[in-house]
Structures are given as C-alpha cells and as structure tokens.
Nanobody, 122 residues
Framework: QVQLVESGGGLVQAGGGLRLSCVASGRTFRQVHMGWFRQAPGKEREFVAAISGTGGATSYADSVKGRFTISRDNAKNTVYLQMNSLKPEDTAVYYC???????????????WGQGAQVTVSS
C-alpha cells in the first residue's frame, strides 16, 4: 500500500506558476515510480508527467512539455510538479499517483492522492 497526500494547488493568473507537492508513505519511496494526472470538468483524466523511482527517467504529455517539470526528493518521500507559463486550459484537479512497475505502464498507477485543484484565470 502507498498513501499519497498532495498540496500546493490554488488560483493563479495565466502566465503564472505553481508547484504541487505529493508526500508518499507506506513503501520505500525510491522503489515507487510516481506520476501526475489531471482531470478537467467534463473530461477524462489524463496523464501529465511521470518520474522513475531513482529520478533517472521522466515522461511528459506533449501539452505540458517545456512548461512543467516533475522532480522528486527521495529523502523527503516527496514528488513535485513545477508548473510554469500556466494557461486557462491547465485548469483541473491534479492527482499524484504511484506505480510499482514502470512509469510507462499507465494501468499500473494503482495508488492515488486526494487531488489538488488548480485554477488558471485568463
């Protein structure tokens, strides 16, 4: 079992930035691959970014490449999502998720946080 708690959401103007944090517990953190997903109103949940347990591999959705950065601090059991140059279309509930297999296997994200609302005003 992996427990996840997110923080850092909020309201920001277009062009601004926010950093989301997600603290994990329950497993040796470096063995847990982590991802961020988001769900906008009326839309399906979508992949945003992922990072391997060691931090050596990352993956991003095309829509956020060059604007968002995923990172982790294994000493603090925490994964971050730094979001810059935010757009109104980035408005969504953002979820962190844990994966014990591979960052590339979307169906393996079985542990989820409670979600953090990010609202970008135009």
């Amino acid at each position: 079992q992996v427990q996840l708690v997110e923080s850092g959401g909020g309201l920001v103007q277009a062009g601004g930035g926010l950093r989301l944090s997600c603290v994990a517990s329950g497993r040796t953190f470096r063995q847990v691959h982590m991802g961020w997903f988001r769900q906008a109103p009326g839309k399906e949940r979508e992949f945003v970014a992922a990072i391997s347990g060691t931090g050596g591999a990352t993956s991003y959705a095309d829509s956020v490449k060059g604007r968002f950065t995923i990172s982790r601090d294994n000493a603090k059991n925490t994964v971050y999502l730094q979001m810059n140059s935010l757009k109104p279309e980035d408005t969504a509930v953002y979820y962190c998720a844990a994966n014990l297999l591979s960052i590339w296997t979307m169906t393996a994200y079985k542990y989820w946080g409670q979600g953090a609302q990010v609202t970008v005003s135009s």
